[in-house]
């Protein structure tokens, strides 16, 4: 089956414009996760989901982030006013369900430059 | 917070020589552990976990509690051993990486 995909591939924009991020996990995940890349570093958690509501909001960075997942699948990244140091790639993954030992699809990354 | 460290960035071996890839980390309690690996224009993908005790293209890592480590060993490195390998460990239920080691296997 399909795999978790997100939308854009590549995405590059102004300091100061407003950018979402999609995910689309795998059919039937009820958990969704959102990671952010910076270059030589692992990815870092921002935000995961159980269903609808976001469980653990704690990795946003500040409140130019947000995030949602309105009917328990798609879940999309917000982030507004962006600045030089969002410049990143960010990661979505998904996972059958809510524990630390299911094993976390990851999607092939949405790379965000802010120009 | 806890941490995961990989104190190397990149190891480079010969075709069949044994690879270690080492991996620290601080937790109070017990962990679990994951290897993850990122091959050339993949996407990241579970390698193996501690709980299963598996090996997985030849790869194991044991979990050392005493010395606080959880290294990926291979016996005879291959060429398409090479990537990226991130140690990660659960905290509640999101995912804490280290760095990351890019491995090149040299034929």
């Known amino acids: 089956g399909a795999g978790v995909s997100q939308t854009p591939s590549n995405k590059v924009t102004e300091k100061g414009k407003y950018v979402e991020l999609r995910c689309d996990p795998i059919s039937g995940h009820t958990a969704l996760y959102w990671y952010r890349q910076s270059l030589g570093q692992g990815p870092e958690f921002l935000i995961y989901?159980?269903?609808?509501?976001?469980?653990?909001d704690s990795g946003l960075p500040n409140d130019r982030f947000f995030a949602v997942r309105p009917e328990g699948s798609v879940s999309t990244l917000k982030i507004q006013r962006t600045e030089r140091g969002d410049s990143a790639v960010y990661l979505c993954a998904s996972s059958l369900t809510l524990t630390g030992q299911d094993e976390q699809f990851f999607g092939p990354g949405t790379r965000l430059t802010v120009l | 917070a806890q941490r995961v460290t990989q104190p190397e960035k990149l190891l480079s071996v010969f075709k069949g020589a044994p690879v270690e890839l080492k991996c620290n980390y601080s937790?109070?309690?017990?962990?679990?552990l994951f290897w993850y690996v990122q091959y050339s224009r993949q996407r990241l993908q579970l390698l193996l976990r501690?709980?299963s005790r598996e090996s997985i293209k030849g790869f194991t890592a044991d979990l050392n509690k005493g010395e606080t480590s959880f290294h990926l060993k291979k016996p005879f490195a291959q060429e398409e051993d090479s990537a990226m390998y991130y140690c990660?460990?659960?905290?509640?239920?999101?995912?804490?990486f280290g760095a990351g080691t890019i491995l090149r296997v040299k034929s």
């Open positions: 989901f159980q269903g609808t509501g976001a469980a653990d």
């Open positions: 937790y109070s309690g017990s962990p679990e």
């Open positions: 501690h709980i």
């Open positions: 990660a460990l659960v905290e509640g239920n999101k995912l804490v």
